[in-house]
């Protein structure tokens, strides 16, 4: 890596100062994340992977707990740090293009300030990972054409290796890649024995995932079908294609500029991979109807590509007008891109744009962003389970069990419910099922959902103990009931819903 100037580090620690402190003002603002609690579940029963993720971020959040405690701010820390590194990254990459000091403050206040990164920075989940893992790889490929040292290959695969064990979907920016590299001059780089060797370290690393996959008869080919049936239907060309303008519009100026300078200017052709690479994925996204988002990963190498260009190629108007875009657009958004405000103010905020902002996965208009909605109500819902289980004498608590309808309801409750030692809910969603008992024992069930459904031709007695009345709660209206006296056919019914459902895990023999 080329050295950094002082002016340059100077520049990269007020950026790094920023991200910090706009996060750690606002992580605490609202409750964790409908997606953290199944990671929390995840990171309290290791494993080599599960139904819908692979097993970095079960790891990752068992050492975010078991550093740092139990809490929002910690749970949110992580993705918080994975921004900051994103800002190193893009940095080194400038100047690994051969930009300066403005380059960099250009590349960093696109991605300081921009809505998507803000919002998956503040979230624990995989997506802030994949990011870095695509961002940091792409750093390698072009210490890769700098060099001409094939034996970078071995920590281009290893970060693809990592990145696939934190979420698939980099397997699909690897590909681009490599039909990058097939068409430019650079694709002797591929006929070396560090590539092989670094595809087989590659392969050691992901192994561990790759057999528990085919011992559990592949969860991740169950998981796409569900959501390509459930959510990826939504999906059309024409919204992925205008979402990849949106996400990130602040900065399309300079995103925009580094791609198209990339791909015709003849100066830069030694690095024309990274646009094809860059077009590539998120053509091969687009027909296979993956969501918008998926193509974040991308947009960070594209702005250090876009303020490399902008400080080279263009005068001092536009680079002062490039500025100002990016803080003038930015500003408006900034209650989308960070908890800031109340959620009846949030509601009101949104609502003029509610049908670009507030339309959720199954296509419907809802008073708040979903994952603003997915941050609410459910240490509301968890304190009614837990309420009614301490309620209860020490005999019938040990003969109670929880059944919870997702992995929102059933990874909040074991969450909160820890200090109460309650026991981890039955649930049939998500890595849930797989820690689903196969037969039940408990008498009595403490039993969540939006209605009592079939446990009144299952239970003798059963009584409504709670409801969360919450309009911004995503599952406002869900109810907490006590059952107790099974009737015959409940533990049959039970031991044969689980068999069925179990079986997509059950490898054919």
């Known amino acids: 890596m080329k050295n950094l100037s002082r002016k340059e580090w100077l520049v990269i620690i007020l950026f790094v100062a920023a991200k910090l402190l706009m996060h750690f003002l606002t992580n605490t603002n609202y409750d964790l994340h409908r997606d953290t609690f199944l990671y929390y579940s995840l990171s309290e029963n290791l494993d080599w992977g599960y139904a819908s993720v692979p097993a970095f971020i079960g790891f990752l959040t068992k050492v975010a707990t078991t550093l740092f405690g139990y809490s929002e701010f910690s749970l949110n820390l992580f993705p918080v740090i994975a921004g900051v590194v994103s800002i190193f990254l893009i940095a080194f990459i400038i100047k690994e293009l051969g930009g300066k000091t403005f380059a960099i403050i250009v590349a960093g206040l696109s991605f300081l300030l921009s809505t998507a990164y803000l919002r998956s920075n503040s979230l624990m989940q995989p997506v802030s990972f994949d990011q870095l893992f695509w961002l940091l790889s792409a750093y390698f490929v072009i210490r890769l054409i700098n060099t001409q040292d094939p034996r970078f290959w071995y920590w281009i695969m290893v970060s693809w290796a990592v990145g696939f064990m934190n979420k698939y979907l980099i397997a699909g920016y690897a590909f681009s ?32 995932n790759l057999i528990w996959q085919y011992m559990h008869n592949w969860p991740v080919v169950h998981h796409m079908s569900e959501l390509s049936k459930n959510q990826l239907v939504n999906v059309s060309m024409i919204g992925f294609a205008i979402d990849q303008f949106m996400m990130n519009l602040q900065a399309l100026i300079v995103w925009m500029t580094g791609l198209l300078i990339f791909l015709f200017y003849k100066s830069e052709k030694n690095f024309r991979i990274l646009s094809y690479a860059s077009l590539f994925v998120v053509f091969l996204l687009m027909i296979t109807h993956g969501k918008s988002y998926y193509t974040l990963g991308a947009y960070t190498l594209l702005m250090a590509m876009g303020g490399y260009a902008i400080e080279k190629y263009y005068n001092k108007a536009f680079k002062i007008v490039t500025i100002c875009l990016i803080v003038l657009l930015s500003i408006p958004v900034l209650p989308f891109s960070l908890p800031i405000l109340s959620f009846p103010a949030m509601e009101k905020y949104s609502a003029p744009m509610a049908d670009a902002t507030n339309r959720w996965e199954d296509g419907k208009i809802y008073p708040l962003p979903q994952d603003y909605a997915d941050m609410t109500g459910w240490k509301e819902l968890s304190d009614i389970v837990i309420s009614t289980y301490n309620s209860l004498p020490p005999e019938v608590k040990a003969n109670t069990g929880i059944y919870a309808e997702n992995y929102g309801q059933a990874g909040a409750v074991y969450y909160y419910g820890r200090k109460d030692s309650l026991p981890r809910p039955i649930c049939f969603s998500d890595n849930f099922l797989i820690w689903a008992p196969d037969s039940i024992t408990q008498d009595n069930l403490i039993y969540i959902n939006d209605e009592i459904g079939d446990i009144k031709f299952l239970y003798k ?21 006590f059952c107790s006296h099974p009737t015959d056919t409940f533990r049959s019914f039970y031991k044969e819903k689980v068999k069925e459902l179990k079986s997509i895990y059950r490898r054919s023999q």
């Open 461 to 481: 007695n059963y009584e409504l103990k709670g409801e969360v009345k919450n309009r911004y709660f995503r599952e406002n209206g869900v109810k907490v009931f």
């Open 177 to 208: 890649f490599a039909v990058a590299l097939l068409i430019t001059k650079h694709r002797k780089l591929l006929f070396s024995k560090h590539f092989v060797f670094g595809a087989i370290t590659a392969f050691i690393i992901v192994l561990p």
